[in-house]
């Protein structure tokens, strides 16, 4: 990581989802109607965007939550989470009934299938007037998911404003404004499922093509298949960044991971196709074990990694 002589406080400010899962372990998917024994249960950190900022923060990355936690046992979990990160949050609560994604997860153990029931009933969506701008300007790169567009729209207009650039997972363009969301970021890396829906094009490259504008990045991932991408401005050629063979595990959190390390590449200086390359090996480590935040790798783990390819 090269050293923040910008001055700031935060390298990046994160605004987003913040979730809780907890993994029940199951033999096999119940039936309707029946009992079945547990035979393991886990609580973990997830979501997008906090699961991005524990992955940008592992690589060394001087992170800032600015997404709204209560006065809860879950809120609680999710501070302990970022603070054994040392990644910062929100000191004051103003919606102290405020609370994570909540997720039950069932991991059938026949399969390895995982089946996910979640809640967002007392999340609490910032408006607008809730961003902290003064933040937001003390940071050097915002990164936004699909949560909250009426907020999410005002944090990507401050950093605009001030020349922070923006990087964005969408995983969902149901609600109103996120499509706006995505028309303000500058890194725009969304899933294939999203972008297909999104352009209604049908090969990769028209996909990717649809997507870009004339942003700095525009990136298509596509699991176990890599990811495709265009650099705005500079050509219009769309290159793909193989996904690298690793013993897969788990793939849970690989495309948070993927944007927590584009962010933080992006941060130290790379260049977007060495950003692109970098996110992939983080992903790939990241699967190699079990949980969506567990196997987040550190910067010597991932270098080494891409000099033994
Ligand atoms: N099975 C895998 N093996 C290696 N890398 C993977 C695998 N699955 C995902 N990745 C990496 O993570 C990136 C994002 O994964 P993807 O599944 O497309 O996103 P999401 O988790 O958001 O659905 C991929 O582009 C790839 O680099
Ligand atoms: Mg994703």
Not at 174 to 185: D, F, H, K, Q, S
Not at 214 to 226: K, L, P
Not at 241 to 249: D, H, I
Not at 267 to 274: D, F, H, K, R, T
């Amino acid at each position: 990581m090269t050293p923040n002589v910008s001055g700031k406080a935060y390298d990046l400010f994160g605004f987003g989802i913040a979730a809780v899962d907890d993994l029940i372990e199951v033999p096999r998917f119940p039936h309707a109607g029946t009992k079945v024994e547990i035979l393991g249960r886990r609580r973990q950190g997830g979501g997008l965007c906090a699961t991005a900022l524990v992955a940008a923060a592992r690589l060394g990355v001087k992170c800032m939550y600015g997404g709204f936690l209560g006065c809860n046992e879950l809120s609680d979990f999710t501070r302990t989470v970022l603070r054994n990160e040392g990644i910062d949050f929100l000191e004051e609560v103003p919606y102290p009934d405020a609370e994570p994604f909540h997720s039950v997860i069932l991991v059938d153990h026949a399969t390895g299938e995982r089946t996910i029931l979640y809640s967002r009933e007392k999340v609490v969506a910032p408006w607008a007037r809730d961003i902290r701008a003064d933040l937001i300007k003390n940071s050097r790169a915002l990164f936004v998911d699909h949560f909250a567009p009426d907020g999410t729209v005002q944090a990507c207009k401050i950093a605009r404003r001030f020349g922070i650039p923006v990087v964005a997972d969408i995983e969902n363009a149901n609600e109103a404004g996120v499509r706006e969301v995505i028309a303000l970021a500058d890194h725009l890396i969304v899933p294939i499922r999203l972008a297909i829906e999104l352009t209604g094009a049908n090969d990769i490259e028209s996909v990717v093509f649809a997507l870009s504008q004339q942003r700095a990045c525009t990136a298509v991932t596509d699991g176990a298949r890599g990811c495709w991408y265009i650099e705005g401005g500079k050509d219009v050629r769309v290159k793909h960044q193989p996904a690298f063979t690793v013993e897969v595990v788990d793939t849970t959190g690989c495309g948070d991971v993927f944007h927590g390390a584009y962010a933080a590449a992006l941060l130290s200086g790379s260049a977007i196709p060495a950003a692109i390359r970098f996110a992939g090996a983080a992903a790939a480590i990241k699967a190699t074990q079990p949980g969506g935040q567990q196997g987040i790798p550190d910067r010597a783990t991932v270098e080494m990694f891409l000099r033994d390819q």
